[in-house]
């Protein structure tokens, strides 16, 4: 059994746990922010990550996934039944605990082509469970000749892009407009669900430096032009024709479907329109830059 024990510092869970969107929606990893007014400095956890086996810890996750997502009752997109399935027939099911509770967890399935498709992950939040759950979630898949992750994110949410393409080291492989249709949870209602498939090839050296807590950080020539400004709350559509474009996200898109739901419409098609247009002609997606650019270059 592939276990994983981390040392971290940071909050309890009930503290740390509380809507703010999805570091990732398709591979939900979710790590909200903290709740303020905390003093992290002197607080320190340890957190045992390993694979479930059992029912009672399949309805923990389920548990655990409804008070980060607030879903609907029939809008969950998985079950402790299906879970319990997915782990007997050989899939990805784990969770993190922090002595006896579960503070994080994380399901995948296998995919084509030596890969496992990284579903749901959500965790507590600020303490680096989220990229812990990662490093044994790549684990495993080395473990058993899987040379490759794959997940969905929202392109929208900053720190989901910084996440994955900064922190893990994944590259965006292709946009997928309103992949889920309609979301029933309360932090993706009133969007359409546009999603990135990111893949994390598990041997690259730019995931082996980010294993090492080496984050990725792309060169932006002098010459980059902006595709895709942020003017406050409001997308500024700019130039694409420089070989290499910048495409800036909100800075909260989750804030911003509460109070502006026309300017996260707004956000939502013109993200669509320039990045998704760009990756659609075969332009490649480098990083993310500043936390609130994407870095992509046309093939030429």
Do not use: C
């Not at 790590?31 to 400095?41: E, I, N």
């Not at 399935?109 to 498709?117: A, K, R, V, W």
């Not at 720190?159 to 932090?187: C, Q, S, T, W």
């Not at 994390?200 to 902006?226: C, G, I, N, Q």
């Amino acid at each position: 059994m592939t276990e994983r024990r981390a040392i971290l510092s940071g909050s309890t869970f009930e503290e740390q746990i509380r809507y703010a969107g999805a570091v990732v929606d398709g591979d939900r990893v979710h790590v909200p922010g903290a709740a303020t007014g905390l003093d992290h400095s002197t607080m320190t956890i340890s957190v045992l990550i390993r694979e479930l086996r059992a029912n009672e810890e399949f309805e923990q996750v389920d548990e655990l996934f409804e008070r980060i997502w607030g879903f609907e009752p029939d809008g969950r997109p998985i079950s402790a039944g299906l879970m319990r399935a997915l782990s007997h027939a050989g899939n990805y099911v784990s969770g993190a605990f922090d002595g006896d509770r579960m503070v994080g967890a994380s399901v995948g399935f296998f995919g084509q082509d030596s890969t496992l498709h990284s579903n749901t992950t959500g965790a507590a939040a600020g303490r680096g469970i989220g990229f812990e759950l990662k490093l044994h979630q790549r684990l495993w898949a080395l473990d058993r000749g899987i040379s490759r992750i794959t997940w969905t994110y929202d392109p929208l949410v900053r720190r989901n892009a910084h996440f994955n393409l900064a922190k893990l080291g994944a590259r965006p492989a292709e946009y997928l407009p309103n992949f889920y249709g309609v979301m029933a949870d309360a932090i993706n209602q009133g969007d359409e669900s546009d999603r990135i498939l990111a893949v994390w090839p598990l041997t690259d050296p730019r995931v082996e430096a980010a294993v090492r807590r080496v984050p990725y950080l792309p060169a932006v020539p002098e010459d980059a032009v902006v595709g895709l400004g942020d003017d406050g709350d409001r997308p500024v559509e700019g130039r694409t024709d420089g070989r290499v474009v910048l495409v800036a996200v909100p800075e909260d898109i989750e804030r911003l479907r509460g109070v502006d739901a026309g300017a996260a419409k707004a956000w939502r098609h013109a993200v669509r329109d320039v990045l998704g247009g760009l990756m659609e002609e075969g332009a490649t997606v480098t990083g993310f830059h500043r936390r609130t650019y994407y870095v992509v270059e046309r093939n030429t």
